[in-house]
């Protein structure tokens, strides 16, 4: 029973179409409307911080959960209607790689392969083949509780392509790794890309940007931003923020120094951010701009007679990328 | 069904590779190697007695049954909760109820391996007597029956949480509950406790096994009470989709 059989459709034909998924958890709303689609040969990143919706709409996916309201079509085959064609389809490493410890690679490996109904004779050939396209060569015979953590990674990813599935989902593969590992399962994800479509997810911006053909950022349960990674950075690039510390010239309030800084030509927003207190008392404020304009402000702290302490970029981590889109969304 | 199978022989590898396995199996071979050779009181012993015969090895198995085969059963799916892997179970293309039935028969294979070990007690006495073979026979089915009932039960337990001591601790209570708390509180809520409710109880369904005797009743039963709990484990595993 493989799924080679389905004969591959026009070139970037839907294979994954998501419409308005709403999870709701007792009193918690994890998804509140997600849809998105993914297109044969894809990498699509699915982006977010902890608790955004992303394993739940992965959990849907792979049929683990059902949906309150929404419908998911993998193939064509509806989850809900169809779960176990859907589950043929489908390769799927949950987050942190759950195994069977006490069971030797190989065996778990036929487990896995029987319960998908492979014949015998099949059967030792896709394992054979599924141990060597992820490099576990050397460690068949080893029980699984003995491998490093890159290695179980290994054995996760091995279970999930061991059918050649037309889709792979794949929950945080590189989460708990240490680098080296996650260099080898990156590169390890970019060639399964070449003949797979995959879902990765991951709150990991440049692992993304490393991996991933497409981007869909899900936050607080919604999509927030869907599209190539050139289009993303567009999006992000149009907003510079800084941090600016200073010691106040005497007579000046904060507030006072953040009217000014505001109405700096191209800021568009500078507020208090917070006192910092060592090791000279200083007042830290953030300003957004269209352009970097750290040469400006450092200019007009001088004339004020303010000290400059601190004068940098805001690293964009993932929270105030987020937080960009978000207010991009809402604008 | 190949599924099923494959499913069942890796629940019977895991269950043999766990020192709970044998910890039970000892259990019941001492438990029933003692009632073999000395009778429930002593009397009725092996080697006065004048009389071939395993009553009160099948009167009283069900008892050590009761309290082992949970704890053979708690890891079935707490275990597989606890560490996650039961999210690629269940999402792999087979249904909910080959997932149950694989596991049930798994623990099955448990069961028989132990009780054919036991075929050592009538083959003592078939070297020095002449014993009833279809006593013995009706004793095995009766307990491979209830054995079965017992494992179920202590499945759907185990199906409940992710914590297999509390799944154990359940799985007793259930089992000795059927096997022996019926009776007991139907005695002393009734003078004649009404037949229909009699017949809840294991005991009373197993009488006419420990005699040598198999009641298509009997066995109806027993494998009503198994395919009740397989259904309540499988609704139990797809409770996930309405949480």
């Known amino acids: 029973m493989t799924q080679s059989s389905s004969p591959q459709t026009q070139g970037a034909a839907t294979v994954i179409a998501v419409r308005d998924l709403v999870k709701q958890y007792d009193t918690k709303t994890a998804l509140a409307g997600v849809s998105f689609d993914v297109h044969a040969g894809e990498i699509m990143g699915l982006l977010g911080p902890n608790g955004a919706g992303k394993s739940t709409t992965m959990k849907i996916l792979t049929t683990f959960l059902t949906a309150t309201s929404g419908a998911v079509t993998v193939d064509g085959h509806d989850a809900q209607v169809d779960p176990i064609k859907v589950r043929e389809i489908l390769g799927y490493l949950p987050e942190s790689t759950p195994l069977y410890a006490d069971m030797v690679v190989w065996d778990y490996l036929r487990y896995v392969g029987a319960m998908r ?28 509780s003995q491998l490093s953590k890159g290695y179980r990674q290994r054995v996760g990813l091995a279970q999930a392509l061991l059918h050649n599935p037309k889709v792979l989902i794949l929950d945080e593969p590189t989460s708990g790794l240490d680098p080296n590992q996650i260099i080898e399962i990156r590169n390890l994800i970019r060639e399964l890309g070449k003949s797979h479509t995959i879902i990765l997810s991951s ?23 869907d599209g190539t990674l050139d289009e993303l950075e567009g999006r992000l690039a149009s907003s510079h923020p800084i941090v600016v510390g200073l010691q106040l010239a005497n007579g000046t309030s904060k507030t006072d120094a953040a009217a000014q800084l505001q109405s700096l030509a191209g800021v568009t927003k500078a507020l208090v951010s917070h006192e910092a207190q060592t090791p000279v008392a200083h007042t830290i404020f953030e300003v957004e701009a269209q352009d970097d304009l750290r040469a400006q402000v450092a200019a007009w702290a001088a004339k004020q007679g303010h000290v400059v302490l601190e004068l940098r970029r805001k690293s964009m981590d993932l929270e105030g990328i987020f937080q960009t889109l978000t207010q991009d969304a809402q604008a | 069904m190949n599924a099923v199978l494959t499913l069942a022989r890796r629940e019977m590898a895991a269950t043999f590779d766990s020192p709970i396995a044998y910890i039970a199996g000892s259990v019941f071979l001492v438990v029933t190697g003692l009632l073999f050779f000395f009778g429930y009181d002593g009397s009725a012993d092996f080697f006065a007695a004048r009389e071939a015969t395993l009553r009160p090895l099948f009167e009283y198995a069900p008892w050590t049954l009761a309290i082992i085969l949970p704890a053979v059963t708690m890891r079935l799916v707490a275990e597989e909760k606890k560490s996650g892997t039961l999210e690629l179970l269940v999402t792999l293309p087979v249904s909910d109820l080959q997932i149950v039935l694989g596991k049930l028969l798994g623990a099955f294979g448990f069961l028989a391996v132990t009780l054919a070990v036991t075929a050592i007690f009538p083959l003592m006495i078939a070297s020095v007597g002449n014993p009833d073979l279809g006593a013995v026979i009706g004793g095995y089915v009766g307990l491979l029956l209830i054995g079965t009932a017992f494992l179920a039960l202590g499945l759907l337990t185990s199906t409940w949480t992710h914590n297999q001591i509390v799944a154990f601790i359940i799985g007793l209570l259930l089992c000795v509950f059927f096997w022996t708390a019926t009776d007991a509180l139907l005695k002393l809520a009734f003078d004649r406790p009404p037949v229909a409710l009699e017949l809840l109880s294991f005991r009373t369904q197993f009488d006419a096994f420990a005699k040598g005797v198999i009641d298509i009743r009997n066995v109806v039963y027993f494998l009503s009470v198994s395919a009740v709990a397989v259904v309540a484990s499988t609704y139990s595993l797809q409770s996930r989709h309405w949480k």
């Open chain 1, 203 to 225: 709150h990991n911006l440049a692992e993304v940007r490393q991996v991933c053909d497409r981007v869909v950022i899900i936050h607080r349960g919604k999509v927030v931003a």
């Open chain 1, 117 to 144: 109904n492979y014949p015998k004779a099949e059967l030792d050939k896709r394992v054979a083949e599924a141990i060597r396209m992820v490099g576990l060569q050397e460690y068949v015979g080893f029980q699984i």
